[in-house]
């Protein structure tokens, strides 16, 4: 479970910088986007470039490519990777490099059921077709709003919400869901009302949401697990 846990990640870092790069190369940089103090109640107008957000997107894409590679640097190599990383902490703090070591072997160890290329290549179909499901809803939720003004824009909203949700947070995501949708949606079709973006993310909340939990439970149902038994 660990292992399929950890391999999870590799598609998804690799779909989710696909994304992120697919988004920076329709931006219009040199714009400037407007949050109007309506929205979250602040006390004036956020207003940002497209400059500096480009630089902020461009590192997550980075973050997450480099996230990538150590993971598959450390499938591949295992043993090289982790003698490498281990010692060039432990020679700035030997503890924590002590430490690192003993992580990345767990990490090295749960990839160790993988040994068919064809169950790799399946897991990482099946992850990325997951993530292109997910696009397909928020492009729908924009479409029913008829807010969907450009390819790039449920690309922004799938993005802004996949950091969101990696952040620490109120439970269910209530608030960070809500403005990654605003942010996104400023950024993809500035000039939208208030109202409308703010009814935008509450819908794709609540959908999401639903659509998640009935999944659950459908998934405890077919492989017969009680709730108590989490």
Not at 112 to 132: E, K
Not at 185 to 203: C, Q, R, S, T, Y
Request: net charge negative; glycine share 8%; charged share 15%.
């Amino acid at each position: 479970v660990y292992g399929a846990a950890t391999f999870d990640r590799v598609p998804e870092l690799l779909t989710l910088s696909l994304f992120v790069v697919v988004a920076i190369a329709g931006l219009p940089g040199s714009e400037s986007y407007v949050i109007n103090a309506d929205v979250f109640e602040t006390d004036g107008p956020v207003e940002f470039s497209g400059d500096v957000l480009t630089g902020l997107v461009g590192l997550v894409a980075m973050a997450l490519s480099i996230r990538l590679g150590l993971l598959i640097a450390i499938f591949v190599r295992r043993d090289a990777v982790i003698g490498a990383l281990s010692g060039f902490v432990g020679r700035l703090a030997p503890k924590a490099g002590a430490r690192v070591g003993v992580l990345l072997s767990h990490f090295a160890d749960a990839l160790r059921f993988l040994t068919s290329w064809r169950d790799i290549v399946r897991a990482v179909a099946w992850t990325m077709a997951f993530w292109f499901c997910y696009l397909a809803a928020h492009a729908c939720t924009l479409a029913a709003f008829d807010l969907l003004t450009s390819w790039q824009a449920p690309m922004l909203v799938l993005v802004l919400t996949a950091v969101s949700m990696a952040m620490p947070g109120a439970p269910g995501f209530i608030g960070q869901w809500h403005l990654a949708v605003v942010l996104g949606l400023v950024i993809a079709a500035p000039g939208l009302d208030d109202a409308e973006m703010k009814a935008v993310a509450i819908v794709s909340h609540l959908l999401h949401v639903a659509l998640i939990s009935l999944m659950g439970v459908a998934s405890l149902v077919l492989e017969n697990v009680k709730v108590g038994d989490l």
